[in-house]
């Protein structure tokens, strides 16, 4: 790294960001804020019905309402208007129903678009889509994944089955460990197994900016602006899908209020928007409501996990095997099939284990698409398996803590390939543990639960653990194509050095509130040796940055950030060549420090910019070398990143109202080196948040009928600043050894840790009762009735969770088909 | 339509509005005060928090015909003569925001708090925000910057 003797080094500082002024002044370019000459605006026509044939659609009486300009249905389009596409077939032959923007016969599930109203304000095309009348004929609806599997009820009677693909990883076979059930067949005969069926509710990412898209197609280029995480790709996939060259489309993302997963797709709404702006030759916006955006955006989550892990009676595990049953919703989303397989290497996690097995199966159901959200398939795994461990834990009679201790890998044996084939570049399990337990005040909490329970304190205190690691940084692209990924993950980045000593970054990620601006300036700064203030970092256009991948899976930094390094680098290695010209000596002489050129051994030197400026002229420069000096780079790293922390929850239970209240939180995550610390701060807390509102707060509910219960934020109950608490985050510093910077990326580990680490706690709290289990999210009604039901049946065992066979019914009590026992 | 004359960030303004229409929408079509935002259709979200007549309301809650008379003030008006309001200084310092979609919402409740109770303690922080929704920060760092300021004030 460069050192830069005149100011401090810009990495590792706590910038404030760059990005505030405009936030906090509303200066801010939302895509609804956006208004174009002439522009008309988009209401859809959703169906009410999970899964019905389309018998009639009358528009005659929409289109003669005051200032609507037209209403299309799929009949308007016979040639199509582009496909929403699934990038990630699991398996050669998954079952993937088509997905239409515009659906003209049969929806497969609630809130799909059967026709689109398009008048010149927002307000008259909302009214007269309350005109179109729709004939539907209902079909049979499935909505739950076990229900799915069955294959009674056909989400998509055409395809012959809900079953979509079915994906394995096994040790043994792989060669990457030995035989899963030997090992459990062992530990039945002498040692212990835990059998366990957990239950992810369905969640909904719920960004705060609702989804909004205008497309404008006056001029050479279509340009569309929307509010998404992946321009990049949607311009791909729109010239894709619809057959418009690829060079006539530009998409630009503006200011995004926040994705979290939920704006990594491309959506019906966008190519319909595009397909009434390409009919009509003229602007046009469509912006969702917030009960659009509920029941029409993707969700996440959504697993039935059935787990089975045997150990040593001392607490050696030797196997652990998954078996998951997936709920895609009515489509294979973008890589909605890929999402729960991503869990296959983390189910293992921090630890050694010498035999495992995963099994995915994914199914189809006539309910809202599913595709990633916070974490994406990760959080799952670390729930799986955090809750097993703590299970364990309790059944030996062990400390969590040392549990864990004796299977995992200790920071020695970096770097290290687990039983599922990965390998773990670097990290220590060992020091974050042992910082996060001070951090919480471990010792004390557990004196203070032992004095209540003893006591009989009707408030219980349950502290919980989660050790987690994942894999961050999507990815390496020779890795997505063995897994028949539609996509490479290299990613790209720009240099510019303008004439009067600013700096432009072009980065091909797509921030949406992370803080790329600020990050990549320091990164940039301390690399060219310039001040911070003069680095502009531009993203999210395509015309400007022309090539990218986006951003999801905590990739920007550690793949794009990598690329601005690599960028910068050239630039520092073209300018030498001027700058040695311009000093007339030999390049090998020069040394690049602090942004300057010297000639070792003497006063001689000249600055970057100075040389940016001389190129710009280009009166005087070398023979044989072309007159510029900007770089571009495009990085693919050869493997993930492996971030990891360890999360430690108390939560105090009122065992007799079953209201849980998190006392305290501490977690210290090693992400590599940091880059800016406020960021990484700002970045765990929220990701916590999250975390702990899908395990006591968040769940999509659906009725009997498939209709979303859970359609507003009156009923899909974000939490607010009085329901959370001020946490505890530190860090340790294990650099990551797949880029330079050694950073690993940080956006989903507080999602990933946090959910088990607060289940973990309220079992804690409830468990010398009898409880076993709580079924996401732990609202007081299930707790309560969780320790009712485990004081008034004394023998609470295995049989309170029965595996989920064909006969045991829906395992989840709380959650999909039974609404009104809510 | 309706005639209407609203102040909003000391610009006085006279439309002709249909009576349906509510504030949030009449300040961000009609004037292109675009800075307040639409989270929600429910008033559950704040992210459309503005003042009228210095008391902070949902603006997608108030028609903009129960403004008529009144005075408007958003995110665009609290900053003076260049100077940041504290409070979007405090959130500025202490990274209370990411997406910034809350943003504009958030800091307008978080001044209409502190008018009602200069001093809280972090948990009628918490509860004075309790109908502004974000989805980033986990609150943690909004709570700090409220507080920030509060101590500011107490200081003086």
């Given at each position: 790294?460069?050192?830069?003797?005149?100011?401090?080094?810009?990495?590792?500082?706590?910038?404030?960001?760059?990005?505030?002024?405009?936030?906090?002044?509303?200066?801010?370019?939302?895509?609804?804020?956006?208004?174009?000459?002439?522009?008309?605006?988009?209401?859809?026509?959703?169906?009410?019905?999970?899964?019905?044939?389309?018998?009639?659609?009358?528009?005659?009486?929409?289109?003669?309402?005051?200032?609507?300009?037209?209403?299309?249905?799929?009949?308007?389009f016979?040639d199509g208007i582009g496909a929403?596409a699934?990038?990630?077939?699991?398996?050669?032959?998954?079952?993937?129903?088509?997905?239409?923007p515009?659906?003209?016969?049969?929806?497969?599930?609630?809130?799909?678009?059967?026709?689109?109203?398009?008048?010149?304000?927002?307000?008259?095309?909302?009214?007269?889509?309350?005109?179109?009348?729709?004939?539907?004929?209902?079909?049979?609806?499935?909505?739950?994944?076990?229900?799915?599997?069955?294959?009674?009820?056909?989400?998509?009677?055409?395809?012959?089955?809900?079953?979509?693909?079915?994906?394995?990883?096994?040790?043994?076979?792989?060669?990457?460990?030995?035989?899963?059930?030997?090992?459990?067949?062992?530990?039945?005969?002498?040692?212990?197994?835990?059998?366990?069926?957990?239950?992810?509710?369905?969640?909904?990412?719920?960004?705060?900016?609702?989804?909004?898209?205008?497309?404008?197609?006056?001029?050479?280029?279509i340009?569309m602006?929307?509010?998404?995480?992946?321009?990049?790709?949607?311009r791909f996939l729109i010239a894709a899908t619809t057959g418009i060259p690829e060079?006539k489309v530009?998409?630009?993302?503006?200011?995004?209020?926040?994705?979290?997963?939920?704006?990594?797709?491309t959506?019906?709404?966008e190519f319909?928007?595009l397909a009434?702006?390409r009919?009509?030759?003229?602007?046009?916006?469509?912006?969702?409501?917030?009960?659009?955006?509920?029941?029409?955006?993707?969700?996440?989550?959504?697993?039935?996990?059935?787990?089975?892990?045997?150990?040593?009676?001392?607490?050696?595990?030797?196997?652990?095997?998954?078996?998951?049953?997936?709920?895609?919703?009515?489509?294979?989303?973008?890589?909605?099939?890929?999402?729960?397989?991503?869990?296959?290497?983390?189910?293992?996690?921090?630890?050694?284990?010498?035999?495992?097995?995963?099994?995915?199966?994914?199914?189809?159901?006539?309910?809202?698409?599913?595709?990633?959200?916070?974490?994406?398939?990760?959080?799952?795994?670390?729930?799986?398996?955090?809750?097993?461990?703590?299970?364990?834990?309790?059944?030996?009679?062990?400390?969590?803590?040392?549990?864990?201790?004796?299977?995992?890998?200790?920071?020695?044996?970096?770097?290290?390939?687990?039983?599922?084939?990965?390998?773990?570049?670097?990290?220590?399990?060992?020091?974050?543990?042992?910082?996060?337990?001070?951090?919480?005040?471990?010792?004390?909490?557990?004196?203070?639960?032992?004095?209540?329970?003893?006591?009989?304190?009707?408030?219980?205190?349950?502290?919980?653990?989660?050790?987690?690691?994942?894999?961050?940084?999507?990815?390496?692209?020779?890795?997505?194509?063995?897994?028949?990924?539609?996509?490479?993950?290299?990613?790209?980045?720009?240099?510019?050095?303008?004439?009067?000593?600013?700096?432009?970054?072009?980065?091909?990620?797509?921030?949406?509130?992370?803080?790329?601006?600020?990050?990549?300036?320091?990164?940039?700064?301390?690399?060219?040796?310039?001040?911070?203030?003069?680095?502009?970092?531009?993203?999210?256009?395509?015309?400007?940055?022309?090539?990218?991948?986006?951003?999801?899976?905590?990739?920007?930094?550690?793949?794009?950030?990598?690329?601005?390094?690599?960028?910068?680098?050239?630039?520092?290695?073209?300018?030498?060549?001027?700058?040695?010209?311009?000093?007339?000596?030999?390049?090998?002489?020069?040394?690049?420090?602090?942004?300057?050129?010297?000639?070792?051994?003497?006063?001689?030197?000249?600055?970057?910019?100075?040389?940016?400026?001389?190129?710009?002229?280009?009166?005087?420069?070398?023979?044989?070398?072309?007159?510029?000096?900007?770089?571009?780079?495009?990085?693919?790293?050869?493997?993930?990143?492996?971030?990891?922390?360890?999360?430690?929850?108390?939560?105090?239970?009122?065992?007799?109202?079953?209201?849980?209240?998190?006392?305290?939180?501490?977690?210290?995550?090693?992400?590599?080196?940091?880059?800016?610390?406020?960021?990484?701060?700002?970045?765990?807390?929220?990701?916590?948040?999250?975390?702990?509102?899908?395990?006591?707060?968040?769940?999509?509910?659906?009725?009997?009928?498939?209709?979303?219960?859970?359609?507003?934020?009156?009923?899909?109950?974000?939490?607010?600043?009085?329901?959370?608490?001020?946490?505890?985050?530190?860090?340790?510093?294990?650099?990551?050894?797949?880029?330079?910077?050694?950073?690993?990326?940080?956006?989903?580990?507080?999602?990933?840790?946090?959910?088990?680490?607060?289940?973990?706690?309220?079992?804690?709290?409830?468990?010398?009762?009898?409880?076993?289990?709580?079924?996401?999210?732990?609202?007081?009604?299930?707790?309560?009735?969780?320790?009712?039901?485990?004081?008034?049946?004394?023998?609470?065992?295995?049989?309170?969770?029965?595996?989920?066979?064909?006969?045991?019914?829906?395992?989840?009590?709380?959650?999909?088909?039974?609404?009104?026992?809510? | 339509?309706?005639?209407?004359?609203?102040?909003?960030?000391?610009?006085?303004?006279?439309?002709?509005?249909?009576?349906?229409?509510?504030?949030?929408?009449?300040?961000?079509?009609?004037?292109?005060?675009?800075?307040?935002?639409?989270?929600?259709?429910?008033?559950?979200?704040?992210?459309?928090?503005?003042?009228?007549?210095?008391?902070?309301?949902?603006?997608?809650?108030?028609?903009?015909?129960?403004?008529?008379?009144?005075?408007?003030?958003?995110?665009?008006?609290?900053?003076?003569?260049?100077?940041?309001?504290?409070?979007?200084?405090?959130?500025?310092?202490?990274?209370?925001?990411?997406?910034?979609?809350?943003?504009?919402?958030?800091?307008?409740?978080?001044?209409?708090?502190?008018?009602?109770?200069?001093?809280?303690?972090?948990?009628?922080?918490?509860?004075?925000?309790?109908?502004?929704?974000?989805?980033?920060?986990?609150?943690?760092?909004?709570?700090?910057?409220?507080?920030?300021?509060?101590?500011?004030?107490?200081?003086?």
């Amino acid at each position: 790294m460069t050192a830069v003797d005149e100011r401090p080094a810009e990495i590792g500082n706590r910038r404030l960001r760059k990005e505030d002024q405009r936030l906090i002044t509303g200066r801010t370019k939302w895509t609804d804020n956006i208004t174009l000459p002439g522009m008309v605006h988009l209401a859809m026509v959703r169906s009410p019905f999970a899964h019905a044939t389309i018998t009639s659609i009358d528009t005659e009486e929409a289109k003669s309402a005051a200032n609507v300009v037209a209403v299309y249905t799929a009949a308007d389009f016979p040639d199509g208007i582009g496909a929403c596409a699934n990038a990630w077939p699991i398996t050669p032959d998954q079952v993937t129903p088509d997905h239409l923007p515009l659906v003209g016969e049969r929806v497969a599930c609630a809130g799909e678009i059967v026709a689109v109203v398009v008048a010149r304000s927002a307000a008259a095309a909302r009214d007269a889509a309350e005109l179109v009348d729709v004939e539907y004929d209902e079909l049979p609806a499935v909505f739950d994944a076990l229900e799915a599997m069955k294959d009674e009820i056909l989400a998509h009677p055409d395809k012959g089955t809900n079953k979509s693909a079915f994906w394995k990883l096994d040790s043994a076979e792989a060669g990457t460990g030995g035989d899963v059930e030997e090992a459990l067949a062992a530990a039945r005969n002498d040692g212990v197994v835990i059998e366990r069926n957990y239950r992810q509710q369905r969640l909904i990412p719920a960004f705060m900016e609702p989804r909004s898209t205008v497309v404008d197609p006056t001029g050479e280029q279509i340009t569309m602006w929307s509010a998404t995480q992946i321009p990049h790709i949607l311009r791909f996939l729109i010239a894709a899908t619809t057959g418009i060259p690829e060079s006539k489309v530009r998409v630009i993302a503006p200011d995004v209020g926040g994705g979290f997963g939920g704006k990594l797709q491309t959506t019906p709404e966008e190519f319909i928007t595009l397909a009434v702006a390409r009919r009509l030759g003229k602007p046009a916006k469509y912006t969702e409501t917030r009960s659009e955006s509920l029941v029409s955006a993707h969700h996440g989550r959504d697993q039935y996990q059935k787990l089975t892990l045997s150990a040593t009676k001392d607490g050696v595990v030797t196997g652990l095997k998954v078996e998951l049953i997936a709920n895609l919703g009515a489509y294979v989303a973008i890589i909605g099939g890929g999402v729960p397989v991503l869990g296959a290497w983390m189910f293992n996690s921090i630890y050694k284990f010498p035999a495992y097995q995963f099994n995915c199966q994914t199914v189809l159901t006539n309910t809202t698409w599913v595709d990633a959200y916070r974490g994406a398939g990760r959080p799952e795994a670390t729930f799986g398996i955090e809750r097993i461990m703590d299970d364990l834990a309790a059944e030996l009679g062990m400390d969590p803590l040392e549990l864990r201790e004796r299977n995992w890998i200790t920071h020695e044996e970096f770097p290290f390939t687990s039983v599922a084939g990965m390998t773990y570049d670097s990290g220590n399990y060992e020091a974050a543990t042992a910082r996060a337990k001070v951090l919480f005040g471990y010792d004390a909490l557990r004196a203070e639960q032992k004095q209540r329970r003893e006591s009989g304190d009707p408030v219980q205190l349950g502290i919980g653990v989660s050790t987690f690691t994942e894999m961050c940084g999507l990815a390496p692209s020779r890795v997505l194509g063995s897994l028949s990924y539609g996509a490479g993950g290299w990613e790209s980045a720009a240099i510019r050095m303008l004439p009067t000593g600013k700096v432009e970054v072009i980065t091909g990620t797509s921030p949406h509130g992370q803080g790329h601006e600020t990050a990549w300036s320091q990164i940039v700064a301390d690399r060219l040796g310039v001040p911070f203030e003069d680095v502009e970092v531009l993203h999210g256009d395509t015309q400007i940055a022309y090539k990218g991948l986006d951003t999801y899976g905590s990739r920007s930094l550690v793949v794009g950030g990598e690329a601005v390094v690599r960028a910068a680098d050239k630039v520092i290695e073209k300018a030498k060549a001027f700058a040695a010209h311009l000093l007339e000596a030999n390049p090998d002489d020069l040394e690049f420090k602090a942004g300057r050129y010297e000639v070792k051994g003497t006063e001689a030197g000249i600055g970057i910019t100075e040389v940016a400026l001389a190129t710009f002229a280009s009166h005087n420069y070398p023979e044989g070398i072309e007159p510029g000096i900007d770089a571009d780079a495009t990085f693919d790293p050869d493997d993930f990143s492996f971030p990891h922390g360890t999360h430690l929850c108390a939560v105090e239970v009122d065992t007799e109202t079953g209201q849980s209240r998190i006392r305290t939180y501490a977690c210290v995550d090693d992400i590599g080196h940091i880059i800016n610390p406020l960021i990484v701060e700002g970045q765990v807390h929220g990701g916590l948040v999250q975390g702990i509102a899908q395990a006591l707060w968040e769940e999509a509910v659906f009725d009997e009928n498939g209709t979303l219960v859970t359609g507003s934020f009156v009923d899909y109950t974000l939490p607010t600043a009085a329901d959370t608490i001020s946490f505890l985050t530190e860090n340790t510093t294990s650099p990551s050894t797949t880029n330079t910077l050694g950073t690993k990326g940080v956006g989903e580990a507080g999602t990933i840790a946090s959910t088990p680490a607060v289940v973990n706690a309220i079992l804690d709290a409830v468990r010398h009762l009898g409880v076993q289990d709580v079924v996401m999210p732990c609202t007081p009604e299930r707790v309560w009735k969780a320790i009712q039901g485990a004081s008034a049946a004394a023998e609470t065992t295995a049989e309170a969770q029965p595996h989920f066979d064909a006969d045991a019914g829906n395992a989840d009590t709380g959650s999909t088909g039974e609404g009104n026992d809510q | 339509m309706t005639r209407i004359t609203v102040t909003v960030d000391g610009q006085k303004n006279v439309d002709d509005v249909e009576p349906r229409t509510l504030l949030v929408h009449y300040l961000r079509e009609t004037l292109g005060k675009v800075g307040t935002v639409v989270g929600c259709d429910t008033s559950n979200c704040g992210a459309c928090t503005v003042h009228l007549d210095g008391r902070s309301v949902k603006s997608c809650n108030v028609l903009a015909v129960q403004a008529d008379g009144h005075e408007v003030t958003t995110i665009e008006g609290i900053a003076a003569n260049g100077e940041l309001h504290p409070m979007q200084q405090a959130f500025h310092e202490c990274h209370a925001l990411q997406c910034g979609y809350c943003t504009p919402g958030m800091i307008m409740q978080a001044i209409d708090l502190l008018n009602d109770n200069p001093n809280p303690s972090e948990a009628e922080i918490r509860a004075g925000l309790e109908g502004n929704l974000c989805r980033c920060t986990g609150y943690h760092n909004i709570v700090k910057a409220v507080a920030q300021v509060a101590g500011q004030k107490g200081g003086e």
